[in-house]
Every structure is written in structure tokens, then in C-alpha cells.
């Protein structure tokens, strides 16, 4: 089993950074491809980001160039360093993990908020 705790969302105004950040523990989540997910309200969810093992990294078309996701194995975190927020980021942002594939994973974190708003 993974469990996967994320931290560091917030309110910040447009134009502005966030970095979220994404605990977890074991050889699966060392292994697994480990994603960032949103859903803002009354949408469904989805992937903003993923990286794997490798550090070979995917991203939505609507954040290339403004987010960077990155992992340090030793220290079991996966980054989501987001810039030039835009209003329409604001969304529970989910960490996910368990699987080698470029789909969702079967583990999923409690979410955290970001709000992009001035």
C-alpha cells in the first residue's frame, strides 16, 4: 500500500508561484509513475502533470512552460512548482501513485487546495 500526503497549497494572486509537494514511502511509490491531478468544481478530474521513475515527465497542454514537476527518490517526494498561476488553476490539486503506466494509479492523496484569485 502508498500513502501519499500532499502539502503546500494556498491562495495566491494571478501571475503568482505555488510549489505542492507530495510525501510517500516504500518501493512502490519509488517505482511508480507518480502524478498530479486537479478538479476544480462541477469539472472532472484532471492530470495536470506525471513523472516517472526515470524522470521522464508528461504534461497537460494547459501548463506546459508554467509548471515543472520533479522527484527525489531518496527523499520520496515528487514537486509540482507552479508559476504564472492563472485564475482558472484554481482547483484541489491530488497527488497520485501505483502504477508503471501513464494511467491513474490505484492510490490517491487527500487533495489540497490552490486558489488563484486577487
Known amino acids: 500500500q502508498v500513502q501519499l500526503v500532499e502539502s503546500g497549497g494556498g491562495l495566491v494572486q494571478p501571475g503568482g508561484s505555488l510549489r505542492l509537494s507530495c510525501a510517500g514511502s516504500?518501493?512502490?511509490?519509488?517505482?511508480?509513475?507518480i502524478g498530479w491531478y486537479r478538479q476544480a468544481p462541477g469539472k472532472q478530474r484532471e492530470l495536470v502533470a506525471a513523472?516517472?521513475?526515470?524522470?521522464?515527465?508528461n504534461y497537460a497542454d494547459s501548463v506546459k512552460g508554467r509548471f515543472t514537476i520533479s522527484r527525489d527518490n531518496a527523499g520520496n517526494t515528487v514537486s509540482l512548482q507552479m508559476t504564472s498561476l492563472k485564475p482558472e488553476d484554481t482547483a484541489v490539486y491530488y497527488c497520485?501513485?501505483?502504477?508503471?503506466?501513464?494511467?491513474?494509479?490505484?492510490?490517491w492523496g487527500q487533495g489540497t487546495q490552490v486558489t488563484v484569485s486577487s
Open positions: 497520485n501513485g501505483g502504477t508503471t503506466t501513464w494511467a491513474p494509479g490505484n492510490y
Open positions: 516504500g518501493i512502490i511509490f519509488r517505482i511508480s509513475i
Open positions: 513523472v516517472s521513475s526515470g524522470g521522464t515527465t
